[in-house]
């Protein structure tokens, strides 16, 4: 059984880092793309980031570029987000996504097959 298990959100002041972490577990995917999404109060779900299967190509919404980066350790079936610059607009339940076919970092929520369930993140302003 394939489960991604997200970390490391929580409350933040504007300004301020958080890095997120998603564990993989069930099968490996150091062949596939994985990606992190969000999801605002009201809001449908939106497109953050997504990482190539090696690790060598990624891709960013404009919201979050130069502010934002996406890593992965294949040797521990991890990603990783590192969110720098933090506004309160950037408040959102964060996901982690696992494509089962693709390989390079789309930003689509179809293109992912497995997902986490989710964790709170929160900046004040």
Known sequence: QVQLVESGGGLVQAGGSLRLSCAASGRTFSNNAMAW??????????????????????????????????????????????????????????????SRTTAQAMGVIGAYNYWGQGTQVTVSS
């Open 37 to 98: 999404f969000r999801q605002a109060p009201g809001k449908e779900r939106e497109f953050v980031a997504a990482i190539s299967w090696s690790g060598g190509s990624t891709n960013y919404a404009d919201s979050v570029k130069g502010r934002f980066t996406i890593s992965r350790d294949n040797s521990k079936n991890t990603v990783y987000l590192r969110m720098n610059s933090l506004k309160p607009e950037d408040t959102a339940v964060y996901y982690c996504a696992a």
